[in-house]
């Protein structure tokens, strides 16, 4: 069994599991340009039923931290943008339409046609890059024979679509969306499919991810390791409570392959 090494400690280890956004991709890359999207067309539509638009503070409860032009450059990593699903935040739009004057009814209607339009903005342009030393990581894991899998609160689909439109779903013996199990993070429900599709025990699992939320997944699974993957003065980056240990890059892990 290979064995990963995260700050002088080793983990035997068969198995990685990687969290997407913010792991594996840039979050804000992909993810506040499909904000900004979302919500500057649903304050369009709140307008063109001559309602008021979306509050000056909605970047907040939608879990993402804006720079001094009013532009998404961070995110909450306890947040609804981070942690929840596309189900969930159309459900936060259309709350916030009701609260606004609009039907339920309406406000749901207009949410998804607000993340149908998203949707088609990042097909269009593909905003995806890899973190830094990402690739070269799953390199090595793939040189010592480690098998890998992705669990995300993305859609599988929307997932697998965005790891090839980056080049790395080879990589990947599994990939596992919030649509394909009962219950998201953080409950332990993706790590346990994702070890039955790689034939691994949870134990024999190591969980890398940018949120709490992850690492309680982990935890909540009996994985190996949980390890949090965070910039150093990141927002949130101390929020990583349930980690085993936190890195700020790849460069901080190593692989020893088993002899």
């Keep these: 069994m290979s064995r990963l090494i ?29 904000s900004e999207q979302m919500l500057a067309r649903f304050s369009a539509g709140l307008r063109s039923r001559e309602l008021p638009t979306l509050p000056r503070d909605s ?8 720079d001094v032009d009013g532009r998404i450059a961070d995110y909450d990593r306890r947040g ?22 609009l039907s339920w009814a309406e406000a749901k209607v207009l949410a998804d046609e607000c993340r ?16 830094p030393h990402a690739l070269d990581f799953l390199e090595r894991c793939r040189s010592a024979g480690l098998s890998l899998a992705v669990v995300t609160a993305d859609e ?26 009962e219950r998201g993070k953080p409950y332990s ?10 034939n691994v025990s949870c134990g024999e699992a190591a969980v890398i991810g940018d949120t709490n939320g992850d690492m309680k997944m982990a935890r909540s699974a009996g994985a190996a390791v949980a390890v949090g993957i965070a910039e150093p003065g990141a927002a949130g980056a101390a929020e990583l409570t349930e980690a085993d240990a936190v890195v700020s890059s790849y460069l901080e892990l190593s692989i020893e392959e088993k002899e």
Aim: glycine fraction near 10%.
């Design 6 to 34: 995260v700050d002088g400690v080793r983990y035997p280890v068969r198995a990685i599991l990687f969290d997407k956004d913010g792991t594996l991709l840039d979050f804000i890359y992909t993810w506040g340009h499909w």
């Design 59 to 66: 970047l907040a409860w939608w879990g993402a931290l804006a």
């Design 80 to 101: 609804p943008l981070a942690m929840g699903t596309v189900g969930d935040l159309q459900t936060i739009l259309a709350w916030h339409g009701y609260r606004l004057g």
């Design 116 to 131: 149908r339009s998203a949707d088609e903005s990042l097909e269009e342009t593909r905003p995806v890059r890899a973190l």
């Design 156 to 181: 599988t689909a929307s997932a697998a679509r965005q790891l090839e439109w980056l080049g790395i779903r080879h990589y990947f013996t599994a990939c596992i969306g919030a649509d394909r199990v």
């Design 189 to 198: 429900d993706m790590v346990e499919l994702a070890c039955r599709e790689l």
